[in-house]
T-cell receptor
Framework: DVKVTQSSRYLVKRTGEKVFLECVQD?????MFWYRQDPGLGLRLIYF???????EKGDIPEGYSVSREKKERFSLILESASTNQTSMYLC????????????FGPGTRLTVL | GQNIDQPTEMTATEGAIVQINCTYQ??????LFWYQQHAGEAPTFLSY????GLEEKGRFSSFLSRSKGYSYLLLKELQMKDSASYLC?????????????FGTGTRLKVLA
């Protein structure tokens, strides 16, 4: 059974804190993605990675960074959390070619107070 | 710019047929995916179209016209469990791989 797991389902942090969201996949996928999902805005791509130590900016990378030290793990870092980063964060993974679907993790609902 | 349009909300009756439309204007196109997302859950894959035409998979079918930048998802014999959001996504080639651009999703309510 394929699986993408995320470190937390719910997280509450304070403004200015450094926040780490972790994602692990067990499918040997090359691609990994971080999205945020907000009502009325849909899924927006923050960063993605197609190989270890490789990263590409998505559509809304400001205020975020990522790390991919191992193929199965992709971390999203909020260097200094702000209230406008309160959102649902979804991790996904897929094989390299565009004909393959993405598999999503269960999501982390982050609240920044 | 990249733009994908879907209706925000639709309502249909159990047992009926519903068509959810998606139009896109993107710089580049590799293929189009449809995902289903129940409230509070992660999206799950429904269908993939890369060539023009209809792809059928049980009660669900998806159509693509690349020349018109248009797709639709057809759901037949609606069931209550089909109440969910349906996300249209276009894949674009970038940096030797690809990325997805998602529409904002269509929330479907199935009424008894």
């Amino acid at each position: 059974d394929v699986k993408v797991t995320q470190s937390s389902r719910y997280l509450v942090k304070r403004t200015g804190e450094k926040v780490f969201l972790e994602c692990v996949q067990d499918m040997d996928h090359e691609n990994m993605f971080w999205y945020r999902q907000d009502p009325g805005l849909g899924l927006r791509l923050i960063y993605f990675s197609y190989d270890v130590k490789m990263k590409e900016k998505g559509d809304i990378p400001e205020g975020y960074s990522v790390s991919r030290e191992k193929k199965e793990r992709f971390s999203l870092i909020l260097e200094s959390a702000s209230t406008n980063q309160t959102s649902m964060y979804l991790c996904a993974s897929s094989f390299l070619t565009s004909t393959h679907e993405q598999f999503f993790g269960p999501g982390t609902r982050l609240t920044v107070l | 710019g990249q733009n994908i349009d879907q209706p925000t909300e639709m309502t249909a009756t159990e047992g009926a047929i519903v068509q959810i439309n998606c139009t896109y204007q993107t710089s580049g196109f590799n293929g189009l995916f449809w995902y289903q997302q129940h409230a509070g859950e992660a999206p799950t894959f429904l269908s993939y179209n890369v060539l023009d035409g209809l792809e059928e998979k049980g009660r669900f079918s998806s159509f693509l016209s690349r020349s018109k930048g248009y797709s639709y998802l057809l759901l037949k014999e609606l069931q209550m469990k089909d109440s969910a959001s349906y996300l249209c996504a276009v894949t674009l080639g970038i940096s030797g791989t690809y990325k997805y651009i998602f529409g904002t999703g269509t929330r479907l309510k199935v009424l008894a």
